[in-house]
């Protein structure tokens, strides 16, 4: 899983709760992404930041929301807002290069809604 | 609209055969092609890639990849399966271009069964 971590691996939430899943990067990386992953579904992008105190919505960013405070720190907030929020999340990180640049993924956080 | 097709959700081989995921692209310009694999519970992990240059791609684990422009495919493969190949694999493609964002568009993953 590289230079990439995330916590907690579990997470489990009441309805109604905002929870935050913490994504860190030592890779030096200049860009981060979250992504969902449900069953069937393959990767689903939320969110991503090209550089410090910019991002920019993915294609299922409804309900959640992020913030990119410093390079190697990348947090995604699960707001109540969230419907089914019951999924794998991952987050990655790559190097600037126009697409070229292989995503580097942490060990993604298993969120379920109780 | 750009996408990626994995056409098998599974993929059953024996050990010591040949295996191949398929994956076919959808895109407008030239694609930059990727496969990663990610075992149950973990996050994933990049196995090749294609840029430019030689349509054959070999990477990680002895895995190998072939790029087809006429067939805009990218189909993954490895002479002799082994037990531990067994996961997900998931094909991706980003676009070239000034201001790509480096986004990946997944196919929907096909789990490789390796029997003993």
């Known amino acids: 899983d590289g230079g990439i971590t995330q916590s907690p691996k579990y997470l489990f939430r009441k309805e109604g709760q905002n929870v935050t899943l913490s994504c860190e990067q030592n890779?030096?990386?200049?860009?981060m992404y979250w992504y969902r992953q449900d069953p069937g579904q393959g990767l689903r992008l939320i969110y991503y930041?090209?550089?410090?105190?910019?991002?920019q919505k993915g294609d299922i960013a409804e309900g959640y929301s992020v913030s990119r405070e410093k390079k190697e720190s990348f947090p995604l907030t699960v707001t109540s807002a969230q419907k089914n929020p019951t999924a794998f999340y991952l987050c990655?990180?790559?190097?600037?290069?126009?697409?070229?640049?292989?995503?580097?993924f942490g060990p993604g956080t298993r969120l379920t809604v109780l | 609209a750009q996408s990626v097709a994995q056409p098998e959700d599974q993929v059953n081989v024996a050990e010591g055969n040949p295996l191949t995921v398929k994956c076919t692209y959808s895109?407008?310009?030239?694609?930059?092609l990727f496969w990663y694999v990610q075992y149950p519970n973990r996050g994933l992990q990049f196995l090749l890639k294609?840029?430019?240059?030689?349509?054959l791609v070999k990477g990680s684990y002895g895995f190998e990849a072939e790029f087809n422009k006429s067939q805009t495919s990218f189909h993954l493969k490895k002479p002799s399966a082994l037990v531990s190949d067994s996961a997900l694999y998931f094909c991706?493609?980003?676009?070239?271009?000034?201001?790509?964002?480096?986004?990946?568009?997944f196919g929907q993953g096909t789990t490789l069964q390796v029997k003993p």
């Open positions: 991706a493609v980003s676009l070239h271009g000034s201001g790509n964002t480096g986004k990946l568009i």
């Open positions: 990655a990180s790559s190097a600037p290069g126009q697409g070229s640049n292989e995503q580097f």
């Open positions: 895109v407008s310009g030239n694609p930059y």
């Open positions: 930041s090209q550089i410090v105190n910019d991002f």
């Open positions: 890779l030096n990386h200049d860009a």
């Open positions: 294609y840029i430019t240059g030689d349509n």
